[in-house]
């Protein structure tokens, strides 16, 4: 019916993507060239790390709309496991980084498999739960873990100054974050992918559909587990020296949420846009009010405001605004609302026919919207 | 249209089926056996027990004591997906559909993958899509496929989720109410469809209130009180039975 158009404005909408793609991708790969100092540029890292923190948090949140606030004991876990087996075991730093990413996948195996039992609120407190006890852990036992002392990671690139050192790291979580991207974009268009959907909008109708829904939350939580370990493995290479209040904070776990809510979790860059926005305000106002807790009441405005007004995302929300300017897109649904009113009236002149009886109901889909 | 002489062979049976929530026994030590290749249709009075029995045979709940079998092998307790890919399907009594997927996609997360190969691969495969389509055409709202599945009266969610159930080809087909909230010309759409399916050689367990619909639809009718079964036959026979004519009007 409507194809030949379709198509058209398909074409001219995947042009439009790949032109905006390569601006953004431009604009990224560049901030160090045009970054003015090395503070800035090691805010730009620090806003990248969040990128890659939010966009694997997304693997569970925004598939399967299970929201762990708990995700920081996967960065912990990423960021500890990396500097101790560099320390410990004297491995070379890359090749501990991703040991340190597997593990964590491995020991997500048997959190998510008891995590995952319970849905909603139940599960956030479970996640809330794990990041505390990992806390406990890394403080307590400081013989292994430093403590609250501190541990020093050695660095990867011991000859690098300052600012290559944070150009190079730059880079480095790009890399990370693109990866992570195409995991998750792979993801989003496989059957996998909209069985995990599926289970957002309604798990027990995705089961009775034949969908195993456990096995499949366990496999993308593993998944997401891992990629968190890489941010913080990569996050323990770059900054050089782990405390166990930092690592495994409910607040780095709340920022990959608020992230990933503000840009949109339904979105492959929904995270990324957000940790533009939140990590780039937090850099700001650290830069100008110092380390006082200002940042916080900051971010818990903010996340009120998301969930309240915003609750797909801003992605979304601008999507909807570009539409009410462009006549095309909304054309679908009219096109829908237009031929549903042409099915009813047939429908209802069917029926009159059949039913003389029963004329005074002519538009059955509101009857019927008016019984639910 | 309701007596054979080929003797009945079984379908989906339990015996001595029980759960209670709290102190209510919303089904009773029910022993049921549904013939196949027919439409079974399975009535009483509200809160009888007809959905809590659904939910047990479907694995969406744990019963208490009991079993359920399917084709002779013992179903009990399974996860709801593994009993789905037994080959039942089901629909829910306040229907249940993907409200932010669009109505194609409804159908098409229905599909049956096995391994892991099929799963990475894309979701929007052709031969997925025409099926799924095809399905979408024989409950009439494939004109529909690119709304989003919230937007479509509720009528039209029944049917959607009809045809949910039926892109995952199963050999039994159970529906809580499909009539339940329609208007009359879609009732009369289902109670078409329901009777070519069955001609294709799928076996129903229909719950219905809409007696019209289940006398002239159903091949055999269980009549379910207080949780268990109090009667059963021919649609003719259960009509005029007395303690069927006691649970609906007597208490
Ligand atoms: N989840 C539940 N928790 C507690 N009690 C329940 C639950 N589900 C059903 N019941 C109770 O079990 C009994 C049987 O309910 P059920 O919904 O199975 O009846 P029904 O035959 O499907 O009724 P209806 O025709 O109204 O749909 C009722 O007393 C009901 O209140
Ligand atoms: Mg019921």
Redesign the interface.
Known sequence: MLNASDRLSVSKAFVAKVVVFAACAAALLTFPSWAANPYILSAGVVVLSYAVLSTSWNFVGGFTGYISLGHAAFFGLGAYGTALLITKLDLSSFVAWFLAGVGVALFAIPVGWAALRVRGASFVIVSIALVLIMLLVFQSWSDFTGGSNGLVVPRPFPDMLRPEHHETFFYLFAALLAVTLLCWW?ID???????L??IR??E???????????SYKLVVYVVSAFFTALGGGMYALWFGDLDPVFQFSILIGSYMVLMALLGGVRQLYGPLLGALIVGTALEYFKLEFGDTQFHLVATGLLLGIVVLFMPDGIIPAGMKLVDRFTPERSS??EM?AA??LE?DQS??S??AG??AS?PS?PE??????A?? | MTLTDAPPRESLATVSLSKSFGGVKAVDDATVTFVDGKVNALIGPNGSGKTTFFNCVTGMIKPDSGSVSYRGNDVTGRSPHRIARAGIGRSFQLCRIFPRMTVLENVLVAHRTDGLRSLLKGARNDDEIERARGYLRRVGIDHLERSEAADISYGQQKLLELAGVLMAEPDLIMLDEPAGGVNPALIGRIGTLIRELNAEGRTFVVVEHNMEMVMSLSDHVIVFDRGRPIAEGPPSEVQTDPRVLEAYLGV
């Open positions: 792979l268009r496989s059957r996998f992918g909209m069985g959907k599926a909008e309604d027990d109708k995705a089961e009775a559909l034949g969908i195993p829904t456990y679908i649904r829908t031929e549903l099915r429908e209802s069917e029926r059949r039913h029963t109901d059955p889909s509101t009857t019927e919207k019984k639910r």
